[in-house]
């Protein structure tokens, strides 16, 4: 991502529209480069649930915060797979 579009999260109420913004534009990056290596196991790399953590970090913070948890434990995961290079 760019730092640009991360630093614009200490802007208030701007931040509501970047969790959108970074969280889905990471899950497309994931599943684009997936899809670029012909592997489709990983589904929709996350992406909706980037949506939903996205939606319920501005209407209930506290689910929001649990499913950012996971989702980037889930993003992690999609990380460490490009790195072994699909080996596991």
Not at 20 to 48: H, L, M, P
């Amino acid at each position: 991502m760019n730092l640009i579009l991360v630093l614009l999260f200490l802007i208030p109420c701007l931040n509501w529209i970047m969790y959108f913004v970074v969280w889905i534009g990471i899950a497309n990056g994931f599943k684009r480069y997936f899809e670029s290596q012909n592997r489709t196991e990983f589904g929709d790399c996350g992406s909706g649930l980037a949506l939903a953590a996205a939606i319920c970090m501005i209407l209930v913070g506290p689910v929001g915060l649990v499913l950012w948890v996971i989702a980037t434990a889930r993003f992690n995961a999609l990380k460490k797979e490009i790195g072994s290079g699909g080996e596991s």
